[in-house]
């Protein structure tokens, strides 16, 4: 089994920055990819950024060039960190961790992130 516990998220004003982390534990040695989604009330889960176990990365065309996920494995956990600057009003949703393994997917509980314009 494969536990999940973000972090990070909250208000920001339009052009500033916030950090969120998604620490994997537990059975992590098949988790294949790791991943930001985010939810508007009324609207489907969409990838933001994600991260496979090679180090390979995607993003949303929308946040391409202000966003960065990166990984770190370290004290039995996978840490994925998504970097968010230059942040807009259209940011403002919640983000859920999403972790990809061998016996399944497990969703982060969200974290909410809203940005002032």
């Known amino acids: 089994q494969v536990q999940l516990a973000e972090s990070g998220g909250g208000l920001v004003q339009a052009g500033g920055s916030l950090r969120l982390s998604c620490a994997a534990s537990?059975?992590?040695?098949?988790?294949?990819?790791m991943g930001w989604f985010r939810q508007a009330p009324g609207k489907q889960r969409d990838l933001v950024a994600g991260?496979?176990?090679?180090?390979?990365?995607?993003?949303a065309d929308s946040v391409k060039g202000r966003f960065t996920i990166s990984r770190d494995n370290a004290n039995a956990k996978i840490t994925v960190f998504l970097q968010m600057n230059s942040l807009k009003a259209e940011d403002t949703d919640v983000y859920f961790c999403?972790?990809?393994?061998?016996?399944?997917?497990?969703w982060g509980q969200g974290t909410q992130v809203t940005v002032s314009s």
């Open positions: 999403y972790v990809y393994y061998g016996l399944g997917s497990l």
């Open positions: 537990g059975s992590i040695f098949d988790i294949s990819f």
């Open positions: 991260i496979t176990s090679e180090g390979t990365t995607k993003y």
